[in-house]
């Protein structure tokens, strides 16, 4: 009976961290557009729904198990993914992830992976900018010129 009241806070917890990251990585021109979020929020629950299943089995067979669902999730979800842009695609494969360590039974630590993407994706732009304009004085680039004479 307790496992089948921890799956469902499981599943529970994935629809809501799988829909939490869709809502804040998502663009200006996607406000309104609430799909992204059902469907990142569906292939949360997908991940954590096969991988929280094997977690039950008995430990001979668990790890084989966890393992096949683990690659079941991320084959299915590459599967699904094909067409999309490398944005959509990234998200669409970090909330399977995120349900995959929801389902393992990491609550917690899901949660922490969705604000560290959620951090590196609003400042994308400021890290970016500050790698590309450490480069642009001049003074640490040698010019192979000198090294071949």
Do not use: W
């Amino acid at each position: 009976m307790f496992g089948f009241i921890a799956f469902a806070f499981k599943l529970i917890f994935a629809a809501i961290l799988g829909g939490a990251f869709s809502y804040i990585t998502k663009t200006n021109s996607e406000l309104e557009d609430h799909s992204a979020m059902v469907n990142m929020a569906m292939v949360s629950v997908l991940a954590t729904s096969l991988v929280g299943l094997t977690v039950q089995l008995p430990n001979d067979f668990r790890g084989f198990a966890v393992g096949a669902a683990i690659f079941t999730v991320l084959h299915v979800t590459n599967s699904i993914i094909k067409l999309e842009d490398l944005l959509q695609r990234l998200q669409i494969l970090f909330a399977s992830i995120i349900g995959i360590i929801v389902g393992v039974g990491y609550v917690l630590q899901a949660a922490v992976l969705c604000f560290i993407l959620f951090m590196i994706m609003n400042n994308s732009g400021s890290l970016m900018g500050s790698f590309m304009s450490e480069g642009k004085n001049g003074d640490d680039i040698t010019e192979p010129e000198k090294y071949l004479n």
